[in-house]
């Protein structure tokens, strides 16, 4: 990965978590304000409910009192007081009082809390009304279970004392609290109110009432309702009615007690969260839209910053490259006076630094290379040189010494003066021929054909010495290789030349090509005596031979024709293991060999 | 004018008070029975003059008034008087020759002078179109079923011709048209709650001459006497009396008025819900059904009062009209003030085994009722009086203390 993608990458994590983290900041910001604002809004419609009850409890108490006043009540109150009253010799009041009044409930009670005359009940006369010792302080309206013949009901009641005489009667009267009751209550549009009459033990979902009776799906309310239950207290929470979440409704579950704090009822003040989810989508939609662009501009402005950032750094990876591969030429032109600019101004001046350094080696190289060769030309030259100077020192004294034998003599020097003469033009064939090392002819080439050229060329050889075997292990799809064949196949009779040279004993040669990455192996390995470390790593020294009779000049060549091509060598070997020279030729395009070439010519490897 | 409310002039009367009384009063004005019984449960003459008692009670004699006719001007005779009992009686051989009837049972007949006395043994007949016929002091002038009944003074009536011409009787109409075309003076007579006041008129209220009680039929699921027991002590009956029934009626828990009997007190009517409690002793018992006359207007809060007296002892009782009552509350006449008569009268009508009286002490009678009441599959309540009121220009308006109306001695100020 360039270090282009790799800021990009960093510039678009970077933006990419910024996003995500303001987003994640913003999204939790709106959701806690619009709760808030839900919150508000539910606070305010409880409150408007608690209003309106407030108000209908006014209603009732205006009811109640006119009752109270009337002629009727007036006259049961001075009976009352004069003793006169008989348990429920005015049975019927209760009932007319509430017609008169609209009133759902009515109740005429003794000051012993005894019930004379009961609208809703009318049986009941007799009886005493227990919710009369809480409610006579109530000024206002007030919650209250109502007993009824066919079972119980919430009412909304007030009681008004009518004092004549030392002994109250007490009013007491209400509506009915039920569907017909919520049906009356000014609901906010996108609001619904149900209400929970805590009639029972346990949680009933009939009782649970909207507008138009038992109100459906109470079941998922009832959770709700039972916190209320168990807390007393206000309860708010959302309920989900089908998956969508437009659908679910913020419920404010209010508790509805009686005088004696007891928990009679629980209205439940519903509001649509539509409008709310729809405003979130919108608004999420939104942020989803201006995030994205936002993401997509900062990954451009990242794209446009780390090309900018980059194009300094490309410059000095490339010429870097450059020198890498010999070019000590390469200069990085970047008019900067930050780190970079240092950074390129430093390189250039290591780049001076290193050709000034490679000439110095260079010219170094080439005293030493010219030292070693005319050590080399003296050795070699010295060898057949003392023969000639004996055998002409023979001739001369056998001249002067035994001129009868000097024929004889003279035969047998000139014969040996030739041969030596010969080996003096052997040599100096031979580092004529490493000086005439030619350029690489590249074309697509098989290696594998390569080592079987070579290798019918050695059969011949190798049927002589039966005692080294040759092996090969070619890889059969093989690819072509952009190379010089002829030069492979000097290179390869070299290796496989040596490989019998290691092995005078015999043994076996193996030859083997694969396919790695970017180039084909070819290798040479034999079960010779191999080489110490320190003879390996000498190995490609020109001149040097571990040999008794090599130039040293064999591997040198193999070395020199693997660089033209752009390839490395390189040896492995173990004592009385055997060695392998194993040569990787790249199977880059020729454009990209065009480097090889260089690099081989610069002896990269 | 009068006013009164049967649907259709039903022979032998229905169950129901209200239409028994229409009818009874009613059919007083077309004919006469045999004999009657004053209040104090003695026999008086009707179209029967004399009587007496033969073979132990199993044979009595009558002696019809001489000169009684029907109102189609034929004979009362023993033989036509004998003709139509022997055809309400199957059971008894009636025989009627010159002016004397009799009739002949295989079993004593004690009350026999009573029976006859119920408006069900009186005399009568209809003509082909269905017109009653009797010996009374009115006959039939016009009849629209359901609507009107007009009578007509009997010319010929053994007892006198009444004072009035005509009676116009308005059927079907409730106690309240009645009591308001009273109020506005368009009648002249009409029945009225016992405990009613009426500007102007005269009420009269009779002796406790019905019985409101409870009834618990055989396929009750108030099969446990110790529940019917427990709802028996568990009624407060003195509340319902003052409040329900605005003080008119007696609590009882008698069948039989102590007017009739003298011993009602023996049977308790307080109220006692600890002790019903304790009858009950915690153990389960099934929730009762407890039904009521949707046409008495005052059953229904009663039947409410009860359902709630029944709750303190921890009993549940439900009212309902729909639906197979546990019980039910009703109302019935004592038609006659003989006891014997109106014990077996209200066995009848309530639907129980008819009593056994083995004689006419007070300690038979006694016994009997007690066998009634005992497993209180009946609960008495109330004795109730039935009322009726006269308007101003009505005179000599005086009905009897059992009930029954005194129209023909009534006379009229010309308006």
């Known amino acids: 990965m360039s270090f282009r993608q790799k800021l990009l990458l960093l510039f678009a994590f970077t933006v990419l978590l910024c996003v995500v983290v303001i987003s994640a900041s913003v999204w939790s910001t709106m959701r806690s304000s619009f709760e808030g604002a839900n919150e508000e809004r539910a606070n305010a419609i409880a409150a408007q409910f608690r209003s309106e009850f407030q108000r209908r409890g006014d209603e009732v108490v205006r009811k109640v009192e006119a009752a109270a006043a009337t002629e009727n009540v007036q006259r049961m109150a001075l009976e009352v007081n004069r003793g006169a009253s008989d348990s429920g010799s005015d049975v019927g009041e209760a009932r007319n009082l509430a017609e008169q009044q609209h009133l759902d409930f009515l109740e005429l009670v003794d000051h012993q809390g005894i019930i004379l005359s009961s609208s809703q009940w009318q ?15 109530s000024a206002g309206g007030f919650l209250k279970r109502e007993e009824l013949p066919n079972g119980s009901t919430l009412g909304l009641f007030a009681v008004r004392a009518v004092r004549i005489g030392e002994q109250p009667l007490y009013v007491i009267g209400g509506e009915r609290l039920d569907q017909g009751f919520l049906s009356t209550l000014d609901i906010p549009t996108g609001t619904r109110v149900l209400l929970y009459q805590n009639l029972d033990e346990k949680w ?24 209320v239950r168990r807390s007393g207290e206000e309860t708010r929470d959302i309920i989900h009615w089908t998956a969508d979440s437009a659908d679910a409704e913020s419920f404010d579950a209010i508790p509805l007690n009686g005088p004696n704090q007891h928990l009679l009822g629980v209205l439940l003040v519903g509001s649509s969260r539509r409008p709310l989810v729809e405003l979130q989508k919108k ?62 101004s430093a390189f250039n001046r290591m780049t001076e630094d290193l050709v000034q350094q490679k000439e110095r080696t260079l010219q170094a190289e080439r005293v030493a290379a010219w030292r070693e060769l005319g050590r ?8 057949p040189l003392f023969p000639l100077q004996v055998t002409v020192e023979n001739l001369v004294r056998a001249k002067e ?6 024929e004889e003599v003279f035969h047998e020097g000139t014969t040996t003066l030739l041969a030596e003469i010969n080996n003096l033009k052997t040599i100096v064939g031979r580092f004529s021929e490493f000086a005439k090392m030619p350029q690489p002819q590249r074309k697509p080439t098989q290696v594998n054909e390569v080592v ?62 694969r396919s790695v990455p970017a180039a084909v192996e070819l290798s040479v390995s034999d079960t010779g005596s191999g080489l110490t470390p320190e003879e390996c790593e000498r190995l490609f020294t020109p001149y040097y031979t571990t040999k008794q009779h090599g130039t040293g000049l064999g591997l040198a060549i193999v070395q020199s024709v693997v660089s033209d091509h752009g390839g490395k060598i390189s040896v492995e070997s173990a004592k009385d293991r055997g060695t392998t020279l194993r040569i990787e030729l790249p199977r880059n395009e020729f454009p990209m060999q065009r480097h090889g070439d260089t690099a081989g010519r610069t002896g990269t490897l | 004018m009068m006013q009164a409310a049967p649907n259709a002039l039903a022979i032998p009367p229905n169950e129901a008070p209200t239409e028994y009384w229409d009818s009874a009063r009613i059919l007083a004005l077309l004919t006469d029975n045999l004999v009657e019984i004053d209040a104090a449960d003695r026999p008086q003459p009707a179209l029967a003059s004399a009587w007496q008692s033969e073979m132990n009670g199993k044979r009595w004699q009558f002696t019809l008034r001489h000169g009684a006719k029907f109102h189609d001007g034929s004979a009362a005779s023993a033989a036509a008087v004998a003709k139509i009992l022997g055809e309400l009686h199957s059971g008894w051989i009636v025989r009627g020759a010159g002016d004397s009837l009799t009739i002949e049972s295989d079993s004593p007949m004690p009350s026999l002078l009573a029976e006859l006395a119920l408006p069900r043994n009186a005399i009568l007949k209809r003509n082909p179109d269905g017109i009653l016929i009797g010996t009374g002091p009115f006959r039939v002038a016009e009849f629209q079923p359901g609507r009107l009944l007009k009578l007509a003074a009997n010319e010929e009536s053994w007892a006198g011709r009444p004072f009035v011409d005509g009676i116009e009787i308005d059927l079907g109409r409730s106690l309240r048209d009645q009591a308001i075309a009273f109020e506005l003076g368009k009648t002249d007579v009409i029945e009225a709650p016992p405990q009613a006041a009426s500007n102007g008129g005269r009420l009269r209220t009779s002796l406790p001459v019905e019985l409101m009680a409870l009834v618990f039929p055989a396929n009750s699921r108030a099969q446990d006497v110790r529940l019917r027991d427990a709802l028996a002590l568990a009624i407060n009956r003195k509340p319902i009396q003052s409040g329900l029934l605005r003080g008119a009626g007696e609590p009882t828990a008698a069948i039989l008025p102590n007017w009739m009997t003298g011993y009602s007190a023996v049977f308790p009517v307080q109220a006692d819900v600890t002790r019903a409690r304790t009858v009950l002793a915690d153990s389960r018992q099934p929730a009762l059904t407890l039904s009521y006359d949707p046409r008495d207007p005052q059953a229904q809060l009663i039947a409410d009062r009860i359902a709630l007296n029944a709750r303190e002892a921890g009993i549940t009782v439900q009212v309902s009209l729909s639906g197979t009552a546990d019980f039910s509350l009703v109302r019935i006449v004592l038609p006659s003030p003989d006891p014997a008569t109106s014990l077996r009268e209200a066995a009848r009508e309530l639907g129980v085994p008819q009593p056994l009286i083995h004689g006419n002490a007070v300690d038979d009678l006694y016994a009997a009722e007690r066998a009634l009441l005992d497993g209180h599959t009946i609960i008495p309540l109330f004795h109730l009086p039935v009322g009726s009121a006269a308007g101003a220009r009505a005179h000599a308006w005086e009905p009897a203390r059992t009930g029954d109306w005194n129209i023909p001695d009534v006379w009229l100020e010309a308006p």
């Open chain 1, 401 to 406: 010494k035994s001129p009868q034998m000097f």
């Open chain 1, 123 to 137: 049986a009941k006369f007799g009886y005493p009304e227990p919710a009369i010792p809480a409610a006579i302080g």
């Open chain 1, 204 to 227: 009933n979902a009939k009782s649970l009432l909207d507008l138009n009776g038992p109100a459906a799906g109470a079941n998922k309310i009832a959770p709700l309702v039972e916190h």
């Open chain 1, 376 to 383: 080399r030309l003296a050795h070699e030259l010295k060898n």
């Open chain 1, 283 to 344: 608004v999420v939609s939104t942020a989803l839209l201006v995030g994205g662009s936002g993401i997509l501009v900062a990954v451009a402005a990242s794209l446009w910053f780390a090309a900018r950032v980059t194009r300094p750094v490309g410059s000095l990876a490339e010429a870097a490259r450059r020198v890498a591969v010999g070019d000590l030429a390469a200069k990085v032109d970047i008019d900067s006076n930050d780190e970079l600019g240092e950074l390129a």
């Open chain 1, 452 to 513: 079987d050229s070579v290798l019918r060329v050695f059969q011949a050889q190798l049927q002589q010495k039966n005692q080294v075997k040759l092996r090969t292990e070619l890889e059969t799809d093989l690819p072509e290789i952009y190379a010089d064949p002829d030069l492979l196949h000097r290179v390869l009779s070299n290796l496989v030349l040596n490989a019998i040279d290691a092995m005078p004993q015999g043994g076996e040669i193996t030859v083997r090509t």
